[in-house]
């Protein structure tokens, strides 16, 4: 009899043992998911990644209306120009210029990748803010107890990148817990700086020279396709492409001009 009982006994304990460990297995999955669950949406509301959803498609946008425009959307000095196969003319900035015949032309943006970067924040400039007071809605609707000081952003150009880095405060509370990021910068992956100076070293040979070496700066950057394009009135219209990337970059120029009978 003794010897049953200690047999039941035993069987008891492997029993309890064994719902024990399923037990834990099931917690420990439970656990995990909710541990995954709560990763994603930190990720999910982390600012930064917020601010790029909101900013990206206007930055690329920015850069390709820029681009397409020599530099410069409202330049005062533009050659007003329709490719072929183009829906319609555009103007496209002079960025070397002489009115007078036979005189090589002048540089007209001696500050070129200063102004570029104030193009892309006149470009943008309302969507950021935008950006900012939608950020603020979401997170408020999000039982987030929310306090953004947005000021000012400036833009950066670098290789393979821009970057827009913004004077801002964000706090966020949330049962009971607060986190604190300050200066959130959102960074966007293009070629802009590369072509830009390419750009520089075509109007630079053009200023000094009345041409340019294109085939040996192709040679020495073989990352670029450079074209130029001549019109009717003595102007060249320059396109600056990227090859992986497919951003181009137009300009024109005038200089060196011969007038019409020589």
Same mark, same amino acid.
């Given at each position: 009899m003794d010897f049953k009982m200690k047999k039941i006994g035993q069987i008891s304990i492997f029993m309890i043992i064994g719902i024990l460990l399923t037990s834990t297995f099931l917690l420990f999955f439970v656990f995990r998911e909710k541990i995954i669950e709560e990763t994603t949406l930190k990720s999910e509301e982390n600012p930064e990644s917020i601010l790029k959803s909101c900013m990206e498609d206007k930055i690329k946008e920015a850069i390709d209306v820029i681009s397409l425009h020599g530099g410069?959307? &409202? &330049?005062?000095? *533009?050659? +007003?120009? #329709? *490719? %072929?196969g183009e829906e319609a003319?555009? &103007?496209i900035a002079y960025l070397c210029y002489n009115q007078n015949d036979y005189l090589s032309c002048v540089n007209q943006k001696p500050m070129f990748l200063q102004d570029l970067k104030q193009e892309i924040k006149n470009y943008i400039s309302n969507k950021v803010e935008d950006c900012f007071n939608e950020m603020t809605k979401d997170f408020n609707k999000e039982g987030y107890e929310t306090n953004i000081d947005y000021r000012d952003f400036e833009v950066e150009l670098l290789p393979k990148r821009v970057i827009i880095h913004t004077d801002s405060e964000i706090t966020l509370t949330k049962s009971g817990e607060t986190t604190k990021q300050e +200066?959130?910068?959102?960074?966007?992956?293009?070629? *802009?700086?590369?072509?830009?100076?390419?750009?520089q070293e075509l109007v630079n040979q053009e200023s000094k020279f009345c041409y340019s070496e294109s085939l040996g700066i192709m040679i020495l950057y073989p990352d670029f396709i450079i074209s130029k394009f001549k019109t009717g009135d003595s102007d060249m219209i320059y396109t600056v492409k990227h090859k992986?990337? #497919? %951003?181009? *970059?137009?300009f024109a120029i005038r200089g060196c001009a011969i007038p019409p009978g020589y």
């Open positions: 410069y959307v &409202n &330049n005062k000095l *533009f050659k +007003n120009f #329709k *490719f %072929e003319a555009i &103007n +200066n959130s910068k959102v960074q966007v992956a293009s070629r *802009f700086y590369e072509i830009a100076s390419v750009v992986d990337s #497919k %951003e181009k *970059f137009r």
